[in-house]
Nanobody, 126 residues
Framework: QVQLVESGGGLVQAGGSLRLSCAVSGRTFSSYSMGWFRQAPGKEREFVAAIRWSGVGKLYVDSVKGRFTISIDNVKNVVYLQMNSLKPEDTAVYYC???????????????????WGQGTQVTVSS
């Protein structure tokens, strides 16, 4: 079993930066993928970024490419999402999740991820 705890959310002005952290506890393997998703009010939860536990295979949704960076410290067991040049449309609850499938590519589908954190609120004011 894997436990995930997000932190680092908050209120920031447009153009500002935040770094989200996801502390991972439990058994992990290099084949696992870690993902960040977000859900704005009234909208579906959407994929933001993902990375293999080994640190390779990064994926981003087009709307955050060049602004967000996903990284992993697999000694501290923490996954990060550095968010720069934030926009009001980035406002959402951000969740981290783990995909434990063996032999699969890093995925963007919400259904591939089977453990989720409780989420952290990010609010970007204009």
């Amino acid at each position: 079993q894997v436990q995930l705890v997000e932190s680092g959310g908050g209120l920031v002005q447009a153009g500002g930066s935040l770094r989200l952290s996801c502390a991972v506890s439990g058994r992990t393997f290099s084949s696992y993928s870690m993902g960040w998703f977000r859900q704005a009010p009234g909208k579906e939860r959407e994929f933001v970024a993902a990375i293999r536990w080994s640190g390779v295979g990064k994926l981003y949704v087009d709307s955050v490419k060049g602004r967000f960076t996903i990284s992993i410290d697999n000694v501290k067991n923490v996954v990060y999402l550095q968010m720069n040049s934030l926009k009001p449309e980035d406002t959402a609850v951000y969740y981290c999740a783990v995909d434990r499938r063996i032999g699969s590519a890093v995925g963007t589908s919400r259904g591939a991820y089977d453990y989720w954190g409780q989420g952290t609120q990010v609010t970007v004011s204009s």
